[in-house]
């Protein structure tokens, strides 16, 4: 119930923040792809208000982070899965070694115990 509460706590004012920094930027800006055109020459490019490049680029970058991050940890994952499955294996094989029936001990064994 805390992390819930704190979580509102954080997102209300968080997107409070957003919404009132797209109504004080919704001025249009051109926007051009093209670098080569120098600044005071008119190039064809379209109006978009700043808000949404500014959200565009914030959404692209936390993007490719975000692939980035899942590829580096792609032998983490694998090896995390291969742990698993050992576990799994070495369980099924001591819940079979404990309903096994009990075996007489070896000979041999209790010969180098008696010597002790």
């Known amino acids: 119930m805390r992390k819930r509460i704190v979580g ?10 957003v919404l009132v920094f797209a109504l004080a930027n919704r001025h249009m800006v051109a926007l051009n792809f093209n670098p080569l055109v120098a600044p005071d020459e008119a190039a064809p490019g379209f109006g978009v208000p700043l808000f949404l490049v500014i959200y565009a680029v914030l959404f692209v970058g936390i993007s490719l982070g975000g692939l980035s991050v899942w590829f580096t940890q792609a032998g983490h994952r694998k090896e995390e899965r291969r742990l698993r499955r050992e576990n799994e294996k070495l369980k099924a094989d001591l819940e079979r070694s404990r309903r096994a029936p009990a075996r007489e001990p070896d000979p041999a064994l209790l010969a180098t115990d008696e010597l002790v």
């Open 8 to 17: 509102w706590l954080v997102l209300v004012p968080l997107c409070l923040l």
